[in-house]
């Protein structure tokens, strides 16, 4: 059946044809009877987790995605299959990739991934982009960066919203992490949203924190504050390539000077602040050899081991306080109180501070008494349980 095309109303009337695009009308889908809706079969917990043990990426991304999920059916099956999984994870060298908005993280990863890739190495990187505060949705466009490594058959890149959460990481990074080293991947590369100063939770999670600044845009002063850049392992200054490149030898050198104000104790690791350039390739390689060299001294004299076990510790202490936020805001009495003292707090007729207190004490929790010593002589009683005692 032939079907009358128009064109968008946003076509000027008198355009010619360089306005391609047509609306044509479609037909209407056909009805589906009553209780032969086609849904997908959960997940079985087992072949899920021996497939993604086998390498199968498509697994892979569907394990991520079941873990990622905050559907409260898919829990449980998440939780299921991380239990299965980690006792075959903490195998790869977990690098965080972080800077500011344009420092290139993106055409690095696909750099330093690609030589990494034709090394032989199998390599996994977790792009997190920014969500919308409105809409909660990210365009997820990471990847399209990434053309050479995407082309690597040894090579796994998920990108994922980071969901409104803070530190430039997803909700879930920690465990994509576990299923990735599960499959077999010996490199985790996890790239941060890229908003500056407050990216450090991705620290966390990773052996080796990786920060790239560009020339010319005040990071070299930033080098002397307290932040980022003083938890660093590895400093490079990106685009150092045509015109640009003298400009990057000196904030490559004046930002080695502020560095060397935050210089650790002797015998600790002095962070080195290096070149590169993801477009042309140089200096990338002396990026990963210095990756190797931090990664390899932490090994040698029990850094990586107390690093691991400080992921580990971090991991259960956000799962804790995320368990204790849900349950928390799911209690009936919570979500009353909160409806009601909600409208007074945006009215103005009721301060904060006090419609908190009130909603804590109707859920249980009281605040410690402080002594003059600042000492807790208090007794903060549990959300969870019966009687608080």
Same mark, same amino acid.
């Given at each position: 059946?032939?079907?009358?095309?128009?064109?968008?109303?946003?076509?000027?009337?008198?355009?010619?044809?360089?306005?391609?695009?047509?609306?044509?009308?479609?037909?209407?889908?056909? %009805?589906?009877?009553?209780?032969?809706?086609?849904?997908?079969?959960?997940?079985?917990? %087992?072949?899920?987790?021996?497939?993604?043990?086998?390498?199968?990426?498509?697994?892979?991304?569907?394990?991520?995605?079941?873990?990622?999920?905050?559907?409260?059916?898919?829990?449980?099956?998440?939780?299921?299959?991380?239990?299965?999984?980690?006792? *075959?994870?903490?195998?790869?060298? /977990?690098?965080?990739?972080? =800077? !500011?908005?344009?420092?290139?993280?993106?055409? *690095?990863?696909?750099?330093?991934?690609?030589?990494?890739?034709?090394?032989?190495?199998?390599?996994?990187?977790?792009?997190?982009?920014?969500?919308?505060?409105?809409?909660?949705?990210?365009?997820?466009?990471?990847?399209?960066?990434?053309?050479?490594?995407?082309?690597?058959?040894?090579?796994?890149?998920?990108?994922?919203?980071?969901? =409104?959460?803070?530190?430039?990481?997803?909700?879930?990074? /920690?465990?994509?992490?576990?299923?990735?080293?599960?499959?077999?991947?010996?490199?985790?590369?996890?790239?941060?949203?890229?908003? =500056?100063?407050?990216?450090?939770?991705?620290?966390?999670?990773?052996?080796?924190?990786?920060?790239?600044?560009?020339?010319?845009?005040?990071?070299?002063?930033?080098?002397?504050?307290?932040?980022?850049?003083?938890?660093?392992?590895?400093?490079?200054?990106?685009?150092?390539?045509?015109?640009? /490149?003298?400009?990057?030898?000196? #904030?490559?050198?004046?930002?080695?000077?502020?560095?060397?104000?935050?210089?650790?104790?002797?015998?600790?690791?002095?962070?080195?602040?290096?070149?590169?350039?993801?477009?042309?390739?140089?200096?990338?390689?002396?990026?990963?050899?210095?990756?190797?060299?931090?990664? %390899?001294?932490?090994?040698?004299?029990?850094?990586?081991?107390?690093?691991?076990?400080?992921?580990?510790?971090?991991?259960? =202490?956000?799962?804790?306080?995320?368990?204790?936020?849900? #349950?928390?805001?799911?209690? !009936?009495?919570?979500?009353?109180?909160?409806?009601?003292?909600? !409208?007074?707090?945006?009215?103005?007729?009721?301060?904060?501070?006090?419609?908190?207190?009130?909603?804590?004490?109707?859920?249980?929790?009281?605040?410690?008494?402080?002594?003059?010593?600042?000492?807790?002589?208090?007794?903060?009683?549990?959300?969870?349980?019966?009687?608080?005692?």
């Amino acid at each position: 059946m032939n079907v009358p095309a128009s064109r968008p109303d946003w076509v000027p009337p008198d355009a010619g044809t360089e306005f391609t695009t047509r609306v044509v009308a479609g037909t209407p889908p056909r %009805a589906i009877p009553a209780g032969r809706a086609k849904r997908r079969a959960p997940e079985d917990g %087992a072949a899920l987790a021996a497939a993604i043990r086998a390498g199968d990426r498509s697994a892979l991304a569907r394990g991520i995605t079941l873990v990622e999920s905050r559907a409260a059916a898919h829990r449980a099956a998440g939780d299921e299959l991380l239990q299965r999984l980690s006792p *075959f994870a903490g195998g790869s060298v /977990r690098v965080g990739v972080t =800077g !500011p908005p344009g420092a290139g993280k993106s055409t *690095f990863i696909d750099a330093l991934g690609a030589q990494l890739g034709g090394a032989g190495r199998a390599v996994a990187v977790l792009s997190v982009d920014p969500s919308s505060p409105v809409t909660r949705g990210s365009i997820l466009g990471d990847k399209a960066r990434m053309e050479r490594l995407a082309r690597l058959p040894n090579a796994f890149i998920r990108p994922s919203p980071s969901g =409104g959460e803070l530190g430039g990481v997803a909700r879930r990074t /920690r465990e994509t992490i576990v299923l990735c080293e599960a499959a077999g991947f010996d490199v985790v590369l996890v790239e941060t949203v890229g908003v =500056g100063q407050s990216e450090v939770l991705v620290r966390g999670m990773v052996d080796c924190f990786l920060v790239l600044l560009l020339a010319g845009a005040g990071d070299e002063l930033q080098g002397i504050k307290k932040g980022i850049i003083e938890l660093a392992d590895v400093l490079a200054v990106n685009k150092a390539d045509g015109d640009n /490149r003298a400009r990057v030898e000196t #904030a490559r050198r004046e930002l080695a000077r502020a560095v060397h104000y935050l210089a650790a104790p002797d015998g600790a690791w002095q962070p080195p602040v290096l070149a590169c350039s993801a477009r042309t390739n140089e200096g990338i390689d002396e990026v990963w050899r210095a990756v190797e060299r931090f990664v %390899a001294g932490g090994r040698a004299h029990g850094g990586f081991a107390a690093r691991r076990r400080e992921q580990s510790l971090a991991w259960l =202490g956000a799962l804790v306080e995320e368990g204790l936020r849900e #349950a928390f805001a799911a209690r !009936p009495e919570v979500m009353r109180l909160r409806a009601e003292l909600e !409208p007074r707090v945006a009215g103005g007729t009721l301060p904060a501070p006090a419609a908190a207190q009130a909603i804590l004490a109707a859920s249980g929790w009281r605040a410690p008494e402080f002594s003059a010593k600042g000492a807790a002589v208090g007794k903060i009683r549990p959300v969870m349980g019966g009687d608080s005692g």
